[in-house]
């Protein structure tokens, strides 16, 4: 491999992974190396249709940049972590989640390698401190879950040890789109919609437990992962936009929405049930979230961010439909 001109995509078998890959194909980049861990969960599937030069299983790559036995890369986009938030092995997450972002951001400013790494919404909680990407809102943030405050951890050494203007992390808020099938229970409401609906011919959504809101009136940023990954890339080619960086839309939308996109992208009228919430879930359920963007925009990002309604009817009409 030709480590000086060598992109690495750590979790590139994974949802957002992939997707850099296929973009970063689509510009003609084709001198990649893909780090995962496939397992059995069929994630390789993402795999085809992708060009990479190699392929290394993440152990493998830890060990080499912990021990300095490979050259400095072009740039690391650090995809790769356990993204369930229902995971309770804290010692896992802390090591797969903080610990290893640590150890390869600090290979990276040793190497002057370019690092671009997958923080969190889920750093903001319950949204009561709001949603800002201000560095001086970070250490106020409070997650709910330790998926949450893995990530929280590293952006907070990050923002301590004063690295933050040399890296990038992006605090991905409700992505979906084509290559999340092996999520298993993370994957989006978009991708769970389609397949009750196939089945049922219904959408079940939680009911409300706040008088605020009706029942599906609860509200997400939603951003389409094509959008996601254009803005990982914009990250990582522009030394400008260094920090952390939210990845939504700006614009909140119902649970109600979403599920109306998904019946008229399938040509349905809409049939919503509303379900009672698991009681482990009702302290640590987000009613409200969206992105604050104008740090983002003020770091040279100008495109606009897919409509829900055209996310939705492009992921279904285009991928889920015919998979």
């Not at 986009?77 to 150890?103: I, K, P, V």
Request: charged share 25%.
């Amino acid at each position: 491999m030709d480590w000086k001109s060598l992109t690495v995509v750590t979790g590139g078998a994974g949802f957002i992974g992939r997707n850099l890959v296929a973009e970063l194909n689509r510009r003609g980049e084709k001198n990649i190396l893909v780090v995962d861990d496939l397992g059995s969960d069929e994630r390789w599937k993402n795999l085809r249709g992708l060009e990479f030069e190699d392929i290394w299983p993440s152990g493998r790559f830890r060990e080499a940049f912990r021990c300095d036995q490979v050259p400095a890369a072009k740039i690391v986009y650090h995809m790769g972590a356990c993204s369930s938030t229902t995971e309770t092995n804290a010692n896992y997450l802390l090591d797969n989640n903080y610990q290893y972002t640590r150890e390869l951001c600090e290979w990276c400013l040793r190497r002057e390698v370019r690092f671009v790494y997958a923080s969190s919404a889920a750093t903001y909680g319950d949204g009561s401190q709001g949603y800002s990407d201000a560095d001086e809102a970070t250490p106020t943030l409070v997650p709910l879950n330790m998926y949450g405050m893995s990530k929280q951890l590293f952006d907070l050494w990050a923002l301590r040890h004063g690295v933050l203007g040399r890296i990038a992390g992006l605090k991905y808020f409700n992505v979906y789109g084509p290559g999340e099938d092996h999520k298993g229970d993370m994957r989006s409401v978009v991708h769970k919609a389609y397949g009750q609906i196939r089945e049922t011919g219904v959408v079940k959504l939680f009911k409300s437990y706040r008088q605020a809101y009706k029942n599906g009136e609860q509200v997400r940023d939603f951003v389409f992962v094509q959008d996601a990954a254009a803005v990982t890339l914009f990250c990582g080619e522009n030394h400008r936009a260094s920090g952390l960086f939210n990845c939504g839309t700006g614009r909140a939308r119902s649970w109600n929405d979403l599920a109306q996109a998904v019946f008229a992208a399938m040509g349905l009228e809409p049939r919503i049930e509303y379900i009672d919430m698991p009681p482990a879930l009702q302290g640590k359920y987000q009613y409200f979230t969206q992105a604050e963007m104008g740090k983002l925009r003020a770091a040279g990002y100008d495109r606009p961010f897919t409509a829900l309604e055209d996310g939705i009817r492009a992921y279904v009409q285009g991928y889920l439909a015919k998979n």
